[in-house]
């Protein structure tokens, strides 16, 4: 893990400070102890940890007032979601408590550690098996709200060519504007009348998954809004590849193959789905993320890599 991904409360301690100080004044009415800063991303929001009335607890707490409407239905989000995926093995954090004044979201702490995390500590051949749980559980958060809508792809390409644009590194921008290609291109040939939309995870990869003992928990739901069902299941695929972590040795639109498949399986996606839809939005995910001036060489170089295999496998449908 990169300096760039761990957390960044060291980089901002007097903006983590004035964080603290306003969350203890926001609990302060409560049986609440705050312990450790977890995250911050100045202006926005930061997480905490520590104990809500005697058990272990995260608290999240908006830093711009401009969010608060957003946090309130994030965490009637969660709770939707808690009523169905309270059971392991797949779940998520239970909600606590919503202070709706200062935007303080409180949920059951979830042990252990990110899927990902957790899957660099097995051997490659163990890998495949912990990451289709993934997908199992994306299948079960998203299954209730799935339905069909007429397909809006345009601002999604829209949003890709910006992104690209912004690229900082020289080999990335080349391979991108490559697969920016290929992606309009194939902008052209998904016109169909339909495609699968749900209430989206909003941040789906597998960090944002905890795993422990067999039982995986969804964290930092942000479903408030529906999107096309295959732009979380990219999301994940992607940001697992651009990390390395291609178990199968095997890749399919530049990510896992084995992954890839197991995603098409559970969902039982149509041939135009998984050749045509979650493909753009590969392309969508790859070209979105624009890697940071000072990422260093080795993400660089696996993301050149997905890129590169992405774009070799759309020559082949587009």
């Known amino acids: ?24 004044s926001a609990l302060g009415g409560y049986d609440a102890l705050v312990e450790a ?21 995260v608290f999240r707490i908006v830093l711009d007032e401009a969010n608060l409407e957003t946090a309130s ?25 919503f202070e709706s004044d200062q935007g303080v979201t409180v949920t059951a702490f979830a042990p252990g550690r990110g899927l990902l995390y957790h899957l660099w500590s097995l051997e490659p051949a163990a890998r495949v098996g912990r990451i289709n749980l993934a997908a199992d559980w994306l ?48 902008y052209g040939q998904i016109d169909l009348p339909e495609w699968r939309v749900a209430l989206a995870h909003g941040d789906f ?8 003992a067999g039982t995986v928990t969804g964290l930092d739901l942000g479903g ?18 651009r990390r390395g972590m291609v178990p199968s040795g095997a890749r399919r639109f530049g990510v896992d193959a084995a992954a890839f498949e197991h995603y098409v399986k559970r969902f039982e996606l149509t041939d135009t789905e998984a050749n045509g839809f ?26 050149l ?8 496998d759309m020559k082949q449908i587009t």
């Open 278 to 303: 979650l493909p753009y939005f590969i392309c969508f995910e790859t070209l979105i993320k624009v890697e940071h001036p000072d990422m260093p060489k080795q993400r660089i170089e696996h993301a």
């Open 73 to 97: 239905k994030e965490f009637a989000e969660l709770t939707r979601a808690w009523a169905y995926m309270r059971e392991p093995p797949l779940t998520v954090s239970q909600p606590l408590h």
């Open 37 to 57: 800063a977890l995250h911050i991303v100045p202006g926005k929001h930061a997480l905490f940890k520590g104990r809500w009335q005697g058990a272990k607890a």
């Open 139 to 186: 299948h079960k958060y998203t299954q209730p709200t799935v339905e069909l809508r007429k397909p809006n792809r345009r601002p999604w390409r829209t949003w890709a060519e910006a992104a690209a644009a912004k690229q900082p590194h020289e080999a990335l921008q080349k391979a991108e504007a490559r697969v920016l290609q290929k992606m309009k291109k194939l």
């Open 224 to 241: 408030t809004n529906f999107a096309p069902l295959y732009k979380d299941i990219a999301r994940a695929l992607v940001h697992m590849a």
């Open 205 to 212: 990869h597998l960090n944002n998954l905890h795993y422990h």
């Open 305 to 312: 890599a997905m890129s590169e295999a992405l774009f070799a």
């Open 1 to 24: 893990m990169s300096k760039i991904e761990q957390s960044n409360i060291e980089l901002f301690p007097k903006e983590t400070k004035a964080a603290w100080a306003r969350l203890e």
